[in-house]
């Protein structure tokens, strides 16, 4: 059976926030099936021409880790709809109000599998003098990308320090240190997610089943907050 899970990645949320720390980040064991590492993940390009740029960083960065391989291609979606691709990404920006999230990922999976995804961000308010920055922009399509490959937060606790990754929560996103480039540890758990090979692959494939929404804003989801984006 095929569903759909949300990780609303940077929220606004308007109380504070647990400390919570994870050694381990994968979000529930979600992964791209494939038959050999390392392994290529095409993003389809909808988003604006402000937006481009760090969309290239993020897919630079993550490109650093020696299991996975993203790639840049022609968006297949209106930005708006931000209508998922079997067996790639789409990244999409656009106006979508005032959700209460700076980015989200959302995710259809057959069991563990992936099967396609999409990461959208939110220009209501990064139109604001608030979040406008390269810092915020960053960090948070860093995020987002990272989860749409089953990467989840290292850390949930804005008002700690920050550890140096776009995968922890934070409420100053340039530091020191920097939260706008993965970590050491954020590659580690790519390696570990994808030690394992699979004998199938829902990488590039051209069909999918329905899908099925679950966990908007609660188990399975992870936004970016508005007052303390994440």
């Given at each position: ?8 990645g ?5 109380g ?5 720390a ?6 529930g ?14 993003i ?8 481009d ?10 490109s ?36 209460g999230?700076?980015?989200?990922a ?9 099967t ?11 139109n ?8 915020w922009?960053?960090?948070v399509?860093?995020?987002e ?14 008002s ?12 100053d996103?340039?530091?020191p240190p920097?939260?706008?480039?993965p970590?050491?540890h ?6 570990a ?5 699979d004998?199938?692959?829902?990488i ?19 936004d ?7």
């Amino acid at each position: 059976m095929k569903k759909i899970i949300i990780l609303a990645g940077l929220v606004l949320s308007l109380g504070g926030l647990a400390s919570v720390a994870y050694a381990n980040h994968s979000w529930g064991g979600y992964h791209w099936a494939r038959t050999s590492n390392p392994f290529t993940l095409k993003i389809g390009d909808n988003v604006s021409s402000t937006w481009d740029p760090y969309l290239n960083e993020a897919i630079t960065d993550w490109s650093a880790s020696s299991v996975l391989d993203l790639t840049k291609v022609t968006g297949s979606t209106n930005p708006r709809t931000c209508k998922a691709k079997t067996g790639q990404i789409q990244a999409c920006s656009e106006r979508y109000g005032n959700t209460g999230w700076l980015g989200i990922a959302q995710i259809w999976i057959s069991g563990s599998h992936i099967t396609k995804a999409i990461t959208k961000v939110n220009d209501t308010y990064f139109n604001t003098a608030t979040y406008n920055t390269p810092a915020w922009r960053r960090l948070v399509m860093c995020q987002e990308i990272a989860h749409d490959f089953g990467l989840d937060h290292q850390d949930e606790n804005f008002s700690n320090a920050n550890l140096g990754s776009c995968m922890d929560y934070t409420s100053d996103p340039d530091g020191p240190p920097s939260n706008e480039h993965p970590n050491l540890h954020d590659f580690a758990e790519i390696e570990a997610i994808y030690a394992h090979l699979d004998s199938i692959t829902t990488i590039g494939q051209s069909t999918s089943g329905p899908g099925k929404r679950v966990g908007v804003n609660g188990v399975d989801s992870q936004d970016i907050d508005l007052d303390n984006p994440s």
